[in-house]
Antibody
Framework: EVHLVESGGGLVQPGGSLRLSCAAS????????MHWVRQAPGKGLEYVSA????????YYANSVKGRFTISRDNSKNTLYLQMGSLRAEDMAVYYC???????????????????WGQGTTVTVSS | SSELTQDPAVSVALGQTVRITCQGD??????ASWYQQKPGQAPILVIY???NRPSGIPDRFSGSSSGNTASLTITGAQAEDEADYYC??????????FGGGTKLTVL
């Protein structure tokens, strides 16, 4: 069965750092791009970051650019999000999600995020 | 703009049909995907591509698109469909925005 399990959340002071992990199982992790999505308390989903299947390409939302770093270790089937200079507005449940897209000879179709973890909670407070 | 806009709340009588919409310029070029999220749970993908349902999603869920608007339709809404629904797409830069979400109430 396909699973994503996040860990590493917790309480951190403003300006502090935290590293989130997302352990994948049940599929060939190295074949999929991956995403981080967060949800502040009582708010909607916010896109955070993405990384290509081989780690060679990354994307960051403007709200986290320069403070967060996404990475992956395909030998360990694990996705990471290194978060620094944390602010109150970074407080959220952080989800990892598997990218779902199909490549054809002419075009790549992005179909969304088909597998999600249960989330890990990051609290930023002094 | 790559932003996606949804109505904050929609209601439907039990057994009736409801449409949830998502507007954004990126939808002219890229498919929308739709997610259902119930309180305290992770989102789940319910519609992707032109109009495709992942395994396990009831066939009362369907999707459509025209111009800059994508729609999720629930035909014969059930009590268990009460949830928040989010659309998602992508743009050419690698940004994958979500809509603000629509809270569906089944009366």
């Amino acid at each position: 069965e396909v699973h994503l399990v996040e860990s590493g959340g917790g309480l951190v002071q403003p300006g502090g750092s935290l590293r989130l992990s997302c352990a994948a199982s049940g599929f060939t992790f190295s074949s999929y791009a991956m995403h981080w999505v967060r949800q502040a308390p009582g708010k909607g989903l916010e896109y955070v970051s993405a990384i290509s299947s081989n780690g060679g390409s990354t994307y960051y939302a403007n709200s986290v650019k320069g403070r967060f770093t996404i990475s992956r270790d395909n030998s360990k089937n694990t996705l990471y999000l290194q978060m620094g200079s944390l602010r109150a507005e970074d407080m959220a449940v952080y989800y990892c999600a598997r990218d779902f897209r199909v490549d054809t000879a002419m075009i790549t179709y992005y179909y969304g995020m088909d597998v999600w973890g249960q989330g890990t909670t990051v609290t930023v407070s002094s | 703009s790559s932003e996606l806009t949804q109505d904050p709340a929609v209601s439907v009588a039990l057994g009736q049909t409801v449409r949830i919409t998502c507007q954004g310029d990126s939808l002219r070029s890229y498919y929308a995907s739709w997610y259902q999220q119930k309180p305290g749970q992770a989102p789940i993908l319910v519609i992707y591509g032109q109009n495709n349902r992942p395994s396990g999603i009831p066939d009362r869920f369907s999707g459509s698109s025209s111009g800059n608007t994508a729609s999720l339709t629930i035909t014969g809404a059930q009590a268990e469909d009460e949830a928040d629904y989010y659309c998602n797409s992508r743009d050419s830069s690698g940004y994958h925005p979500f809509g603000g979400g629509t809270k569906l109430t089944v009366l």
